[in-house]
């Protein structure tokens, strides 16, 4: 069973920056991939990033292009998402997830199998 975990979040001012980890217990084929979910309050689970764990391809959702990254750190099992420039739009619990991805691919639109906890990110102005 892959277990997944993430940390980091907490409260910045609009502008500002955060950085969020996530550790997955074991890659398998049931995990190529590795996503990063949030949900604002009364609103919809959005996917906003995407990488596979070999961490050669990365993909965003239009709302966080070039503003968040994520990097992979295959050495030690370990998923960054880097949100710069934080906005308004922004606060939500932010979810780690893994998966199989389709047809060979990572999308932000995928329904990956395993789910971390969720971390809270605030944003103030």
């Known amino acids: 069973q892959v277990q997944v975990a993430e940390s980091g979040g907490g409260s910045v001012q609009a502008g500002g920056s955060v950085r969020l980890s996530c550790v997955v217990s074991?890659?398998?084929?049931?995990?190529?991939?590795l996503y990063w979910f949030r949900q604002a309050l009364g609103k919809q689970r959005e996917g906003v990033a995407t990488i596979t764990t070999a961490g050669k391809q990365a993909s965003y959702a239009d709302s966080v292009q070039d503003r968040f990254t994520v990097i992979q750190d295959g050495l030690a099992k370990t998923t960054y998402l880097q949100m710069n420039n934080l906005k308004p739009e922004d606060p939500a619990v932010y979810y780690c997830?893994?998966?199989?991805?389709?047809?060979?691919?990572?999308?932000?639109?995928?329904?990956?199998?395993?789910w971390g906890q969720g971390t809270q990110v605030t944003v103030s102005s």
């Open positions: 074991a890659y398998t084929f049931s995990s190529k991939c």
């Open positions: 997830s893994a998966g199989s991805g389709k047809w060979g691919m990572c999308r932000v639109t995928d329904e990956p199998n395993f």
